[in-house]
């Protein structure tokens, strides 16, 4: 089992569906996060669960809703998308300490490629 | 707010050549990440650099940290084919978080 495993690894989808992406981790991390990647722009981080508790949403729109049943995975339930939200969507884990910093990397899985039509 | 610039955003170099990738970052952290990004791959972990004066080597790279310049560098040693890809440094938004902010990304090319 690869550490940060995502599916699907591509999706294409209507402006009106419903969908969801899955992230699960096989690290035995504390921590999952969701970073959106586009084109010619850095990684942006999108939510933050800290020990399954949401701590980050950091302005995302509400079409995007983040779901978190236990440590090990993660899910981003979409609805409504438009077309500037295609972009590949990234899973990471980390392992952090009560004051939330790392001396560990966040591992990050292989990615959704997201399109919108 | 944080920002993290890296340059060149793109690099193109001959194999065996050197080269250094600069991360600049605009308030202070006490750590710095770098990453390796192949086409349609998934972001691979290089080096966590956790103080002043950090230096890290693997392979044919080599990073560093000075928290007082804030800037980090990855210097490349004798480049060859398989250092092509993008790479990003990230560094924690604050003290005492896992929120990082990531650099625009450096892409590098290496021929023949």
């Known amino acids: ?27 035995g991390h504390n921590a999952m996060y969701w970073y959106k ?6 990684l942006e981080l999108m939510f933050v669960y800290n020990f399954k508790e949401q701590t980050e949403n950091n302005s995302v729109p509400s079409r995007f809703s ?37 001396n560990q990397p966040q591992h990050f899985g292989d990615g959704t490629r997201l399109s919108i039509l | 707010e944080l920002k ?6 793109f690099l193109s170099m001959q194999e065996g050549k050197n080269y250094t990738i600069y991360c600049n970052y605009s308030t202070t952290s006490d ?4 990453y390796r990004q192949d086409p349609g791959k998934s972001l691979e972990s290089l080096f966590v650099l956790l103080s002043n004066g950090a230096v890290k080597q693997e392979g044919r790279l080599m990073a560093s940290l000075d928290t007082k310049a804030r800037l980090s560098t990855l210097h490349i040693t004798a480049a060859v084919h398989d250092l092509s890809a993008t790479y990003f440094c990230a560094v924690p938004r604050s003290y ?3 929120k990082l902010i990531f650099g625009t990304g450096t892409r590098l090319q290496v021929f023949p």
């Open chain 1, 1 to 27: 089992e690869t550490g940060v495993t995502q599916t699907p690894r591509h999706l294409v989808m209507g402006m009106t569906n419903k969908k969801s992406l899955k992230c699960e981790q096989h690290l």
């Open chain 1, 37 to 42: 990647q586009s084109a010619k722009k850095p």
């Open chain 1, 66 to 102: 983040p779901e978190c049943p236990n440590s090990s995975h993660l899910f981003l339930h979409l609805h409504t998308l438009q077309p500037e939200d295609s972009a590949l969507y990234l899973c990471a884990s980390s392992q952090v300490g009560q004051v939330l910093n790392s």
């Open chain 2, 4 to 9: 993290v610039e890296q340059n060149p955003l």
């Open chain 2, 31 to 34: 750590r710095l990440y770098w």
């Open chain 2, 96 to 98: 005492n978080t896992d």
